[in-house]
């Protein structure tokens, strides 16, 4: 059972450009919402994460948009550049759970130069 | 340095022969976890432990072992009775105050033929 979809499977996103990466989830339950980004061979690193109880959180050129009634989050990427080339994660959890991550599928977005 | 180390990179095994991975850390946290990648399926949790000689199943534990005598190794076996075990294997671990945040090792792939 995917408790937590992702969209799309793969992104080509020109440099400068924006690129956007969509989950959805289905447990209301889950309150706390983390991004992974993974590089080639290497393994999954926490990018920036968010809580129900906001709409959205920035970091840099990174931004989580968070819409509670919708069950869906994204992740938006602005001003991509060639280093951000690399697989993206969406996940959810329960904190109270004790420790059961469950991820989205992937994204592996492209950025052209 | 403090970090993950998953040893081998690359593993190769023979069909019906059981493998053993090595994950081990000297971030001092207690809770450690196995995921399996395979590509368009995200991650999949197999094993966590949160404490030292207690390890529970996750979602696709059949046909895996693992152990936790010691807190900072957390060794995976892959047995013959794991139908497709041809994967990336993903080590991470985590404070128990803050099972969101997993740390990830670099990973093991495994090729069986």
């Known amino acids: 059972q995917q408790q937590v979809k992702q969209s799309p499977q793969s992104l080509i996103v020109q440099k400068g450009g924006i690129s956007i990466i969509n989950c959805a989830y289905e447990?209301?339950?889950?309150?706390?919402f983390p991004w992974y980004q993974q590089f080639p061979g290497k393994g999954p690193a926490l990018l920036i994460a968010?809580?129900?109880?906001?709409s959205e959180k920035k970091e840099g050129r990174f931004t989580i948009s968070f819409n509670k009634s919708a069950k869906q989050f994204s992740l938006h990427i602005m001003d991509s550049q060639p280093g951000d080339s690399a697989t993206y994660f969406c996940?959810?959890?329960?904190?109270?759970?004790?420790?059961?991550?469950?991820f989205g599928e992937g994204t592996q977005l492209t950025v052209n130069p | 340095d403090g970090g993950i180390t998953q040893s081998p990179k690359y593993l190769f095994r023979k069909e019906g022969q059981n493998v053993t991975l090595s994950c081990e850390q000297n971030?001092?946290?207690?809770?450690m976890y196995w995921y399996r990648q395979d590509p368009g399926q995200g991650l999949r949790l197999i094993y966590y432990?949160?404490?030292?000689?207690?390890?529970q199943k996750g979602d696709i534990a059949e046909g895996y072992s693992v152990s936790r005598e010691k807190k900072e190794s957390f060794p995976l076996t892959v047995t013959s009775a794991q139908k497709n075990p041809t994967a990336f294997y993903l080590c991470?671990?985590?404070?128990?105050?803050?099972?969101?945040?997993?740390?990830f090792g670099p990973g093991t792939r495994l090729t069986v033929l």
């Open positions: 996940a959810a959890i329960l904190e109270t759970s004790g420790s059961r991550l469950t």
């Open positions: 447990n209301t339950a889950f309150d706390y």
């Open positions: 968010i809580r129900p109880d906001v």
């Open positions: 971030l001092n946290h207690d809770a």
């Open positions: 432990s949160q404490i030292v000689n207690d390890f």
């Open positions: 991470a671990s985590a404070i128990p105050t803050s099972y969101n945040e997993q740390f």
